[in-house]
């Protein structure tokens, strides 16, 4: 009860009724789900994540910005007992309405899930970094601003 699936893959009728759908609950005091290493969509720009430039689906980011909601990252483990169970990062906003908001939660977002897969090497599901090795090395990238090689930058304010 309460939940709704929107699939995402497919037309761009379908994507945007989405993430219509999303910011609608969203609005309405609810919660979102979003997948941010999706492919296929539109990304932020490029941020750090193991030494590489990679830029995370947009949608998460974006419905943050247009709500001014928080955005929670969050991994998934299998628990000893064969459960699954979901780990919460802390909740990080930035003041702001321009794209480069979405941009500094996406840095945020991947330097809290990077610190994570570091912490916990050995929670990783087989392939679940496997579309990093895509993603060209910082060296190689376009410039990064300061803003999104430091998540700090600019300052995020917790929402807990």
């Known amino acids: 009860p309460g939940v709704d699936l929107a699939a995402t893959d497919g037309s761009s009728e379908k994507r945007a009724a989405a993430f219509a759908k999303g910011l609608s609950r969203l609005r309405e005091g609810g919660i979102v789900l979003m997948a941010a290493?999706?492919?296929?969509?539109?990304?932020?720009?490029?941020v750090p994540f193991f030494g590489r430039a990679v830029a995370p689906a947009r949608g998460p980011f974006a419905l943050a910005r247009m709500t001014g909601v928080p955005v929670v990252p969050v991994v998934t483990r299998y628990t000893p007992d064969g459960k699954i169970t979901l780990i919460l990062g802390n909740p990080s906003a930035v003041d702001g309405t321009e794209a480069d908001v979405e941009t500094a939660l996406a840095a945020t977002a991947m330097a809290w899930l990077e610190s994570y897969v570091r912490r916990h090497p050995g929670e990783l599901w087989l392939g679940t970094l496997r579309w990093l090795r895509e993603a060209p090395r910082l060296q190689d990238a376009a410039t990064i601003s300061r803003a999104h090689r430091d998540p700090r930058v600019?300052?995020?304010r917790s929402t807990s």
Do not use: E, L, M, V
């Open 154 to 156: 600019p300052p995020t």
């Open 37 to 46: 290493d999706a492919r296929g969509f539109a990304t932020t720009a490029p």
